[in-house]
């Protein structure tokens, strides 16, 4: 296996995971929590590292996942409690538990073999060098086959909860009425968000996966309206964030997982712009396009009644620019409406056809 | 201890990142006020992690570590940080929880990708981004310091002269635009100072920490007051304290970091705020519930004994199991008399609370009735009935939204 196609793969495999768990946490606003616990697992992998000794193994990935959970449980306490909003009560409880995970490590991570720094950033360049040796064959980098894993129960978990999910996030009243828990899909959801945050950490470190939880999913969120094809392409847009960002971090010889998530903003802006549905291109072009039936309209109402004007009289009454207004009569023109004549306006049939259904409504 | 205050004051190290804290917590918790308020926490956070190309950018150009110049560079970047998420809320139809997490992690990204371009390293750990991250309140120089308290001091004079204005902001907006005051412009203003809040804490705590010097001390300050004046100045008290404090503690120690340290302060302060502030305090919640159940429980022995004995005075015998627990403390305030053996029944001041335990219960049920428009026949404490009286509109009103579902009902896509 090529040093670049593990890296590669291991990239693609983080962000398809993400943007599956992550559209979810996007489409019910909880993006920020996301976010906060993927700062929590520190402290779970830490506590889990005390225990165990050593910073890989199942029951630091466990360990973590309980203490996600623990970050979801506290803020709805809080927050539940009525004293703290639920933004204050997020921007509580994860610096909190953060500190807590920092100081441990400064005090005891002698002991323990453990680098901060790599749980936060990551380090993807190190994936092909940490093979799997079980009984004497090396299997590959042990980082694929973690995030292989996690990749498989992320897929399993949307596709056989794919009708719960699907009903909790767009209408938790019907869901309750069914019989669904809408609660039970929430800590599940939470506590898949949790496993993958933890299984991912190693390759682009914890802070980067809220990237990838968040940026593709968005990106796909302002493409489409139907929610297998949101689900597809934010995988796309994940996995494309993933190898684009290390081609740009190859090319420019900066981190990699910084560059994934430059990559993923790229898309996201390109989205932005030129959605063809929600892209603010297209809005200003429909705004405009609103704007100029709304004017022509206002002539039509208005040449129904003051038949035979001259263009100077209607910029008067509507206080037009003349650059407005010649592009206006001319679009009413084009449209068939009203017509020149000896230089003044009048209105076609058409024209008085379409004053009288504007002035039904 | 004589020897940590002694510290504070005469060692050159301590007392520079004392201070630096200190001034952290002070202009964090004043400008916290509002983000909280405002429902705007994790802006903060946000404009934090935005920060960091604005660092990368400004050690390009300025080529070494003048701080002011640094700090410059993270506030123009924070800046713009907070115009993208605006920008994206405003633009599209994407959320503002959505929005302020991917202005977050593309900037920060980017910000690291700027950082290890200059190292040349490839490697994010080489280039000094943990002093980033956590905080390097360790190296504070007396230099920092001094900029700090500047900013400081004009982020402060700032919030007081504008105080009457930032009221009207966070509290009644379209008031305020009624009354002529350019509410756009001073929510740039706000933001902006916010901005400087974070960049000067920075240094001291770090990225992913200073959100919580913005939220705690402010949220802790919420419970002891409902008045905005004493809120901003309890919270910039709080927040000093914690700064000293932590900074203190981590003296004692000199592999913990401070930064963390003034987080944990502040988040204990927060959590004894929660549970014993008077009125809302969670510990004095609990007791007024307490004390409540139990005089609505003697209430109803009471009742209970006044209808079970058939005179004055006469003695009822039999009662339930539950009502004998509570004949103890009703014989000591002095409402029944008699004893396991013989029965139980009421005093004459016993009889007097009945009275009165009966006219309690006629006003509430008739003031409910008038408040439902009902017949006070209706109004009963049995709770089927109550349903009934209350109608199914009130009802679906009354119902208790946990908040779970809630957070699940507004997760949906327009």
Same mark, same amino acid.
């Given at each position: 296996m090529s040093y670049t196609f593990a890296i590669v793969l291991t990239g693609v495999l983080v962000a398809m995971s993400c943007a599956l768990v992550g559209s979810f946490l996007v489409l019910r606003r909880l993006s920020l929590v996301g976010d906060a616990i993927s700062h929590t697992v520190l402290l779970g992998i830490v506590i889990g590292a005390l225990i165990t000794g050593g910073i890989s193994g199942l029951p630091t990935l466990l360990g973590a996942t309980v203490v996600g959970l623990l970050t979801v449980a506290l803020v709805e306490v809080l927050s539940r409690s009525g004293l703290v909003k639920e933004d204050a009560a997020i921007?509580?409880?994860?610096?909190?538990?953060?500190?807590?995970?920092?100081?441990?490590?400064s005090r005891y991570a002698g002991n323990v073999h453990l680098d901060v720094e790599h749980v936060l950033y990551g380090e993807i360049a190190y994936v092909p060098f940490d093979t799997l040796v079980i009984g004497g064959y090396d299997l590959g980098p042990r980082a694929l086959w973690v995030l292989g894993g996690i990749a498989l129960v992320d897929l399993l978990f949307v596709v056989l909860f794919y009708k719960e999910l699907k009903?909790?996030?767009?209408?938790?009243?019907?869901?309750?009425?069914?019989?669904?828990?809408?609660?039970?899909?929430?800590?599940?959801?939470?506590?898949?968000?949790?496993?993958?945050?933890?299984?991912?950490?190693?390759?682009?470190?914890?802070?980067?996966?809220?990237?990838?939880?968040i940026v593709p999913p968005s990106t796909a969120y302002l493409l489409t309206d139907r929610l297998p094809v949101m689900l597809g392409l934010a995988v796309f847009a994940g996995a494309l964030s993933a190898a684009g960002g290390y081609l740009v971090a190859r090319w420019l010889d900066a981190s990699i997982a910084g560059a994934m998530a430059t990559v993923a903003g790229v898309l996201f802006a390109l989205a932005f712009l030129f959605s063809p549905t929600h892209g603010l291109v297209v809005r200003s072009l429909r705004r405009a396009a609103q704007r100029r039936t709304f004017a022509v309209d206002l002539l039509l109402a208005h040449l129904c009644r003051a038949e035979r004007e001259t263009p100077e009289e209607v910029r008067a009454e509507f206080r037009w620019s003349p650059r407005h207004a010649e592009r206006i009569i001319s679009e009413a023109t084009r449209r068939g409406l009203l017509r020149e004549q000896n230089g003044r306006l009048t209105l076609t049939d058409a024209g008085r056809s379409a004053s009288n259904a504007l002035s039904a409504q | 201890m004589l020897d940590l205050l002694h510290d504070l004051l005469f060692d050159y190290t301590l007392r520079t990142v004392a201070l630096g804290a200190t001034i952290l917590g002070l202009v964090s918790g004043v400008l916290g006020c509002y983000a909280v308020l405002r429902r705007q926490s994790l802006f903060g956070d946000a404009l934090a992690h935005a920060a960091l190309p604005g660092v990368a950018?400004?050690?390009? =150009?300025? &080529?070494?570590? *003048?701080?002011? +110049?640094? !700090?410059?560079? %993270?506030?123009?970047?924070?800046?713009?940080? @907070?115009?993208?998420?605006?920008g994206i809320t405003r633009g599209s139809r994407l959320k503002e929880d959505a929005a302020l997490g991917t202005v977050l992690t593309v900037f920060f990204g980017f910000g690291i990708v700027l950082l290890t371009y200059i190292q040349r390293g490839g490697n994010a750990s080489q280039s000094g981004l943990s002093g980033f991250l956590f905080g390097q309140a360790a190296v504070l120089v007396q230099h920092d310091v001094v900029v700090m308290a500047a900013l400081g001091a004009v982020a402060l004079c700032l919030v007081a002269l504008f105080h009457k204005e930032f009221k009207l902001l966070t509290f009644d907006p379209d008031f305020g635009s009624s009354l002529g005051f350019g509410m756009g412009r001073l929510s740039v203003l706000l933001t902006g100072l916010i901005t400087v809040?974070? =960049?000067? &804490?920075?240094? *001291?705590?770090? +990225?992913? !920490?200073?959100? %919580?010097?913005?939220?705690?001390?402010?949220? @802790?300050?919420?419970?002891?007051?409902?008045?905005?004046?004493?809120?901003?100045a309890l919270s910039g008290l709080f927040g000093a304290f914690c700064g000293v404090t932590g900074a203190a503690l981590s003296s004692l120690d000199a592999r913990v970091p401070t930064g963390p340290l003034v987080v944990?302060?502040?988040?204990?302060?927060?959590?004894?705020?929660?549970?014993?502030?008077?009125?809302?305090?969670?510990?004095?919640?609990?007791l007024r519930r307490w004390r409540n159940n139990r005089r609505l429980a003697h209430e109803r022995v009471l009742l209970a004994l006044s209808g079970a004995s058939n005179r004055d005075g006469a003695l009822a015998t039999v009662l339930p199991e539950e009502?004998?627990?509570?004949?103890?403390?009703?014989?000591?305030?002095?409402?029944?008399?008699? &004893?396991?053996?013989?029965?139980?029944?009421?005093?004459?001041?016993?009889?007097?609370e009945v009275a009165a335990a009966d006219h309690r219960q006629e006003v509430w049920r008739a003031g409910l009735a008038r408040q439902l428009d009902v017949s006070e026949d209706e109004v009963h404490l049995q709770a089927p009935q109550i349903a009934q009286a209350l109608g199914p509109e009130v009802l679906r009103g009354l119902q208790d939204v946990p908040e779970s579902?809630?957070?699940?009902?507004?997760?949906?896509?327009r």
């Open positions: 921007g509580l409880v994860f610096p909190a538990l953060f500190a807590l995970g920092v100081v441990l490590v009903l909790a996030t767009f209408d938790t009243g019907l869901a309750a009425a069914l019989g669904f828990s809408p609660v039970l899909v929430h800590y599940c959801l939470m506590g898949v968000v949790s496993l993958t945050t933890v299984g991912a950490f190693d390759a682009v470190g914890a802070i980067l996966v809220v990237a990838f939880l | 950018i400004a050690f390009l =150009v300025a &080529g070494g570590k *003048t701080p002011i +110049v640094l !700090l410059l560079g %993270a506030a123009i970047s924070g800046w713009l940080g @907070a115009l993208a998420v605006l809040a974070v =960049v000067i &804490g920075l240094q *001291t705590v770090g +990225v992913v !920490l200073m959100a %919580a010097m913005l939220v705690a001390p402010a949220a @802790a300050a919420r419970q002891w007051t409902d008045r905005l004046g004493t809120m901003l944990l302060v502040a988040t204990l302060l927060v959590l004894v705020s929660l549970t014993l502030a008077p009125r809302r305090g969670m510990l004095w919640a609990a009502l004998r627990t509570r004949m103890g403390d009703l014989q000591r305030q002095g409402f029944v008399h008699g &004893g396991v053996g013989e029965g139980w029944g009421l005093t004459d001041l016993g009889r007097r579902a809630k957070v699940e009902t507004e997760g949906r896509a």
